[in-house]
């Protein structure tokens, strides 16, 4: 399954700051950073409950916000890309 | 149809920081903002085609990045949301 993931870390301190690098750390290690705060991420559904529940650990629930959408497997004609943005397959290679 | 919209825009300068004004705005017209640069959108094809259009005349594609990812119909199962977030259902009321 194909899923994008989006956050708002609220980095208004050192705390805050230190969350949103353990945030991005842990999505790297599922998927790609397309946007600044944006991770398209190809995993199965026992990953996805690793992720949320990892991911649920890091953040602050009363300051931070994270979105998950589910784009299922026939996820490409679902996606499009304006300006400049890395072309990326996640079942595939990475194009520039 | 519902459609995620993120961006990214350059805001290094005083002209990316009035084109990330002009993209808010005019994404505000069409859905919620439910992150710093995510929209969610409730827009019908042809709604979905002029969104794309006048997005594509405010950024500048060699520096800004907007990504749309199409959820289709049967969306809500395809949204989970963790932390600090408004409850927001396009086609229902919203939530807080």
Known sequence: ?????????????????????????????????VQRSVFECLVDPAQFELLKRELG???????????????????????ERLGLNRVYDPEGILLI
């Open 1 to 33: 399954m194909y899923v994008l993931i989006t956050y708002d870390v609220a980095t208004g301190d050192a705390d805050g700051a230190r969350r949103l690098r353990r945030v991005s750390k842990l999505c790297t290690q599922y998927g790609q950073r």
């Open 57 to 79: 650990e890091i953040i602050d629930e009363r300051k931070d916000s994270l979105l998950f959408y589910n784009l299922g497997k026939n996820w490409k004609p679902r996606v």
